[in-house]
Nanobody, 118 residues
Framework: QVQLAESGGGLVPPGGSLRLSCAAS????????MSWYRQAPGKERERVAS????????SYTDSVRGRFTISRDNAKNTVYLQMNSLKPDDTAVYYC???????????WGQGTQVTVSS
């Protein structure tokens, strides 16, 4: 059973930066694609960024492209989401997801709150 634990959320003013971390309980990156999702109050959960299992391919939703960067540290079993130039619309609970490239099975973290406000 893979466990994911997010951290790094908080309150930040518009234009600020945060780095979210997602620590996996074991090394899974070669078998799982990793993604960050977010869900704002009253809205559906949306995928924000993804990183392929090989680590050489990323994708972003249009609203964050150029501001957010997904990356991973294999030695630390950790995936990151660097968020720059934050906007109030980025306010949401951010979730880490691991999706098996073989079975398509998914694991989710518990989420971390990001609030962008002055």
């Amino acid at each position: 059973q893979v466990q994911l634990a997010e951290s790094g959320g908080g309150l930040v003013p518009p234009g600020g930066s945060l780095r979210l971390s997602c620590a996996a309980s074991e090394f899974i990156f070669r078998r799982y694609a990793m993604s960050w999702y977010r869900q704002a109050p009253g809205k559906e959960r949306e995928r924000v960024a993804s990183l392929s299992s090989s680590g050489d391919s990323t994708s972003y939703t249009d609203s964050v492209r150029g501001r957010f960067t997904i990356s991973r540290d294999n030695a630390k079993n950790t995936v990151y989401l660097q968020m720059n130039s934050l906007k109030p619309d980025d306010t949401a609970v951010y979730y880490c997801q691991a999706r098996s490239i073989v079975t398509m099975g998914e694991y989710w973290g518990q989420g971390t709150q990001v609030t962008v406000s002055s």
